[in-house]
């Protein structure tokens, strides 16, 4: 079991930054494949990034490639996701997923934070 606390969201102006972090909870959280997604009104879930339990992995989505790095520290139990050059489509709800098999692409997360507002202003 674990759980997953996402902060750092906010109201930031094109062409900013913002570092999202996600911390995990649980003896197994450093084992698990982690990764982010996002929200937006109207739309569905889609993926953003996401990584393997030893950093080796790592994927994005086209949109965010050359923008969004994620990165972990399994001391720490925590994923972040640094975003720079924000776009006003990069607005929407991000959420923090773990994976317990499916590896960096994410294809079947298992456990979700409850999200993140990130809002880009033009």
């Known amino acids: 079991q674990a759980q997953l606390v996402e902060s750092g969201g906010g109201l930031v102006q094109a062409g900013g930054s913002l570092r999202l972090s996600c911390a995990a909870s649980g003896r197994t959280a450093s084992m698990y494949a982690m990764g982010w997604f996002r929200q937006a009104p109207g739309k569905e879930r889609e993926f953003v990034a996401g990584?393997?339990?030893?950093?080796?992995?790592?994927y994005y989505a086209d949109s965010v490639k050359g923008r969004f790095t994620i990165s972990r520290d399994n001391a720490k139990n925590t994923v972040y996701l640094q975003m720079n050059s924000l776009k006003p489509e990069d607005t929407a709800l991000y959420y923090c997923a773990a994976d317990r098999m499916g590896g960096a692409t994410m294809p079947t997360p298992d456990y979700w934070g409850q999200g993140t507002q990130v809002t880009v202003s033009s």
């Open positions: 990584i393997s339990w030893s950093s080796a992995t790592i």
